[in-house]
């Protein structure tokens, strides 16, 4: 199995592997690496270690080197570069009257290509605004549109829960979520409620998904009839995180709570008709 580095190339972005060859390269050491849109600047997130062929895009990239004060100080440049080509793109899209929206500009290392992401409702015809930029800038450009979670991954912010988003922390990639998992939560389906900043389902309801799935597979289903201290019951309620059911006992029919422990599913007994019983001809 061939030893491998993992490459961050932005905060909570994808993990690229690459190749350390001879070099000493350690976690959160910076690197340059030879990547298919050229030589980047990166973070080392994982250090050396053995990873099997099928898990790795082959061929596999090489790390060029360790970065070097000179490579730190050509990253702080580009960011500035971003931020000026970022207002000279507005004014252009302005001229040509597109319906886009800008998000984000990024410059490549070496400065072969700077790529400029942004949001739109439909398909855009910026062929006119590419050549501008071209001229301007005298280097590759790129117009790549995005989703809304991209936007959200880049422009960062504030969730429902006061915390910054997830995707723009830790989440590399974005995994589906669908409006089954708020359901087996008991969550509202109120959808401002389930709903991130970018107005879609909330990443968050995954995290928990696979814990909620575990917990049903223990506690009794709504309508169960069950034995409790009190009595017997129905089970009305499930309380996943607290491991508590609600039961109607039937003598009282009275509500309580019980912890998930003290209760045993009742076993109905139900004769089943032998073959042919209850039927005439």
Known sequence: MPDVVGVRFKKAGKIYYFDPEDEDIKKEDFVIVETSRGVEFGEVVVGRKEVKEEELVLPLKRVIRTATVKDHQQVRE???????????????????????????VE?????????????????????????????????????????V???????????????MLCCSIFLGDFEPVSIRMAKDQNLSLNPTKISGICSRLMCCLRFESDAYKDAREVCPRMGKEVVTPEGE???????????????ELFESHKVMEFPLEEVIEKIVNQKCPKKNEGFSD
């Open 233 to 247: 019951g129905r089970v009305v309620k499930v309380n996943t995180l607290k491991k508590s059911i609600a039961v």
């Open 78 to 104: 580009n960011r500035e570069k971003e931020d000026e080509s970022f207002e000279i793109c507005l004014d252009k899209i302005s001229e040509h009257g597109l319906d886009m929206k800008l998000i984000d």
């Open 107 to 147: 410059y490549t290392f070496d400065r072969n290509k700077i790529i400029f992401y942004f949001t739109a409702d439909g398909r855009i015809d910026f062929r006119e605004l590419v050549k501008d930029l071209a001229a301007v800038f005298r280097t590759r450009i790129e117009l790549r549109q995005i989703g």
């Open 149 to 163: 979670r991209d936007e959200a991954k880049m422009m960062g912010g504030l969730g429902p829960c006061g915390r």
